[in-house]
């Protein structure tokens, strides 16, 4: 991580985060930059920053906000269909508290060991404001493979991986109000709900999967609508999505069958991080089987169809379903 700035930076750089960087390339975060080896592959970077009060609650425990910053950008690789290859850091933090900077930099090398992606450097900054992280990932791809959102073709089937909605039921636990309520003498539930919003589960089993056989993909973070339109948009296609296909847990079927909340809800709440990718229908039994070997569930929710609308929600019935909101928006 940078070194230009307090000997307090340097004393907190290097009481929790030097003894995460240990690949070669980070050179012991005692210099400016890294080197990062591309070895004859492509180099895929992608970066995402989470802020207090936006991505995490101001009391969301250290270990659970390092894991998320980290493992977004993995969930943007994985559905890139690259492996992970290094990270940089960048923190912007009110106070040097050490007790919580020991519990984040516990949950990050943790995820490092798991993830195989090294961290290479960063920087540390101070801040009036909320606290900030950002993560910039690297992952690699033999050359020329990364898949990208465009080049969805109709006929295509429409797949997500895990289960849709949750994380957005887990802030709901967190905020209280009607899920809240509704789940109050559920701990199990509240817990697992909780977990997902905290801690996403970056799909990067499916990495090789989604290389090997989707025709565009992504990751679903502001909503499973909403990057749907994003993905259909640039590769000039439409969709139609069986809603009840969409994959939930059980808790969020409970809810949906109870009334408690709407669809709109799971599709456009955002923090999944599943992948939303696209596969040719003669290319399905492989990609499944692929899958399956993962241990990761995928699940067909439609068809890519020709034309320049927004993807079409139906029921069982075929019929429409208006969404008044399909995503997250920042602004």
């Known amino acids: 991580m940078s070194r230009e700035t307090t000997s307090g930076e340097d004393t907190l750089i290097a009481r929790y985060f030097k003894p995460l960087a240990t690949d070669p390339g980070a050179f012991g975060l005692t210099d400016d930059a890294a080197v990062l080896k591309a070895d004859g592959e492509d180099i895929v970077v992608n970066t995402d920053a989470i802020v207090e009060g936006v991505h995490f609650l101001p009391d969301d425990p250290p270990d659970t906000i390092a894991r998320k910053a980290l493992r977004v950008n993995l969930s943007d690789l994985a559905a890139k269909g690259a492996t992970p290859a290094g990270f940089m850091l960048t923190l912007a933090l009110r106070t040097h508290d050490e007790a919580w900077l020991a519990e984040f930099a516990r949950g990050l090398g943790e995820d490092i060991a798991t993830f195989g992606c090294a961290l290479l450097g960063g920087d540390t900054v101070s801040t009036p404001g909320p606290l900030m992280v950002s993560v910039t990932a690297f992952g690699r791809v033999p050359e020329g493979r990364m898949v990208r959102r465009h080049g969805a073709t109709e006929g295509d089937r429409v797949v997500v991986s895990g289960t849709i909605g949750d994380a957005a039921l887990g802030l709901g636990v967190l905020k209280g109000g009607a899920v809240a309520t509704t789940l109050a003498g559920d701990s199990n539930a509240r817990a697992a709900l909780v977990t997902r919003y905290r801690v996403p589960q970056p799909r990067h089993a499916l990495a090789l999967a ?122």
């Open 210 to 331: 989604v290389r090997e056989f989707a025709t565009a993909s992504m990751d679903v973070s502001d909503g499973l609508a909403g990057d749907l339109a994003k993905l259909c948009g640039v590769s000039g296609v439409s969709a139609v999505i069986d809603a009840p296909a969409i994959p939930l847990s059980a808790s969020a079927k409970a809810l949906l069958d109870r009334g408690v909340i709407g669809l709109e809800t799971l599709v456009a709440g955002g923090d999944d991080y599943e992948v939303l990718c696209t596969i040719p229908e003669n290319r399905m039994t492989a990609f499944t089987q692929a899958a399956q070997q993962t241990g990761v569930l995928v699940t067909v929710i439609g068809t890519i169809v020709a034309g320049a609308s927004s993807p079409r929600f139906v029921d069982q019935a075929g019929r429409d379903i208006v969404l008044k909101r399909l995503s997250y928006s920042h602004f």
